[in-house]
C-alpha cells in the first residue's frame, strides 16, 4: 500500500530561524503540570516545545511539585505557581504567546479552574489529557469557554468523552473519522485534533488535514507511554512560535510521526523531541 505525502507546505518559513531573531522572536511556550510524582508527562512536553523552536519554555506547576521538576529541568524554567491566582498573574506577561494544560495535570476541580484562567487570558492554547476528561460530565461547559487560538487532541477514548454521540456513531460505522472530527470542531469551536495511526484535523470553519501513519508511513511505535503528551508540547511551541491552530497541529502531527519514523523500533517518548534536529536537517532547516 502507497501512503500519500502528507508534508505540510512551506515548513522552512514556518520552521526556520534568522540570524537577526532572538529568543523572544520564537515566542514563550509555558506548560501547566500537576502535582508532585505526576510531572512526567508535563516535562515530556515541555522538552516537545522546546525542541520544536519555541524560544523559551516554563514549566508552571504547584509550588510541592517545583523540587522534583528543577531537579530534573535545565534549558526549560520552573515556576511554582500558587493555583490559579499565581497562573492568572502570570499570564499577565505579554510575552507569553501559548501554553499547554492537561498532561498529568490531574482530574481534580483545579483543572477546570486553570482551564478557565488559561482560556480568558486569550492565548494560543492547547487541551489535551485530563483537561479534556474533566470536562467529561459537562463538555458543553468546556465549548462555552473556548475561542479561536484552541487546539483540542483528544484520543478515542477522550473524544468519547467529550463528544459521546458523535463517537457512538462513529464507532456504528455511521460517520468516518474525518466526518466524525469535523463535527466535534464544529460544536466545539475551535480546532480539534483526533489522534490515531490516522490522525485528523478539524477547523470549524470546515478546513482540515489529515496525518497518516499507516502503511508506509507507519510508526507503530508511538503506541507508547507519553508520545500524545509530547505531541500536545510541540503543537503549544509551534503555537508559540506564532503559527495559527490548524497550521500548528498539522505541523506537529506530521512532525511527531517524522521523528517516530526517524528514531525507530525501540522508541520511547523522550526520544521524540530528541529525534527533531534529525527531521530538521532531512527537511533542509
Ligand atoms: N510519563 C507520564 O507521566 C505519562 C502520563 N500520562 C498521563 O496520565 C493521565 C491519563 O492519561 P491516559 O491517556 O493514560 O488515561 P485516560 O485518560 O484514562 O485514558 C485511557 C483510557 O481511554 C480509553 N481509550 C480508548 N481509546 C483510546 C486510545 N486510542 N488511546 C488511549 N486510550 C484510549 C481506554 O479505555 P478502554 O477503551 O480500554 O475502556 C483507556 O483505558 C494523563 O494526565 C496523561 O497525561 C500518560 O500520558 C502516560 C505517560
Ligand atoms: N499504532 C499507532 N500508529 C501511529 N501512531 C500512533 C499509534 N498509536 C498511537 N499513536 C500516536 O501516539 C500518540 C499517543 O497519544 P496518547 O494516546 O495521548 O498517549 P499518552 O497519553 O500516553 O501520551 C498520538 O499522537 C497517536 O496518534
Not at 63 to 78: F, K, P, S
Not at 132 to 147: G, V
Request: charged fraction near 20%; aromatic fraction near 4%; glycine fraction near 12%.
Amino acid at each position: 500500500m502507497s501512503t500519500p505525502e502528507t508534508r505540510p507546505e512551506g515548513l522552512s518559513a514556518l520552521l526556520g530561524k534568522r540570524p537577526e531573531q532572538h529568543k523572544y522572536d520564537h515566542g514563550h511556550a509555558v506548560i501547566v503540570g500537576g502535582p508532585p510524582g505526576q510531572g512526567g508527562a508535563a516535562r515530556l512536553a515541555a522538552r516537545g516545545a522546546l525542541r520544536v523552536g519555541a524560544g523559551l519554555v516554563t514549566l508552571g506547576c504547584p509550588l510541592r511539585a517545583v523540587t522534583e521538576n528543577a531537579v530534573q529541568l535545565n534549558a526549560i524554567m520552573v515556576r511554582g505557581l500558587d493555583g490559579t491566582a499565581g497562573l492568572a498573574e502570570m499570564l499577565e506577561d505579554g510575552r507569553i504567546t501559548a501554553v499547554c494544560l492537561g498532561p498529568g495535570l490531574g482530574l481534580g476541580p483545579a483543572t477546570a479552574e486553570l482551564v478557565k484562567t488559561t482560556l480568558r487570558a486569550k492565548r494560543g492554547t492547547i487541551l489535551d489529557a485530563d483537561a479534556l476528561s474533566r470536562f467529561q460530565r459537562a463538555p458543553q461547559a468546556l465549548f462555552d469557554m473556548l475561542h479561536d487560538h484552541v487546539v483540542l487532541t483528544p484520543h478515542a477514548g477522550e473524544f468519547a468523552r467529550l463528544f459521546p454521540d458523535i463517537a457512538k456513531r462513529h464507532k456504528a460505522g455511521e460517520v468516518s473519522k474525518l466526518d466524525a472530527t469535523r463535527e466535534a470542531a464544529v460544536r466545539a469551536g475551535s480546532v480539534v485534533l483526533f489522534k490515531g495511526s490516522e490522525t485528523v484535523i478539524a477547523a470549524p470553519d470546515g478546513r482540515h488535514a489529515i496525518q497518516t501513519a499507516e502503511g508506509d508511513r507507519a510508526a507503530p511505535w508511538l503506541a507508547t507511554a507519553g508520545a500524545g503528551d509530547v505531541l500536545a508540547g510541540m503543537i503549544v511551541g509551534l503555537l508559540a512560535r506564532g503559527l495559527d491552530p490548524l497550521r500548528a497541529a498539522e505541523v506537529g502531527a506530521w512532525l511527531h510521526v517524522e521523528a517516530a519514523r526517524s528514531f525507530g523500533p525501540g522508541l520511547i517518548a523522550e526520544d521524540l523531541p530528541e529525534a527533531l534536529p534529525q527531521v530538521f536537517r532531512q527537511i533542509g532547516l
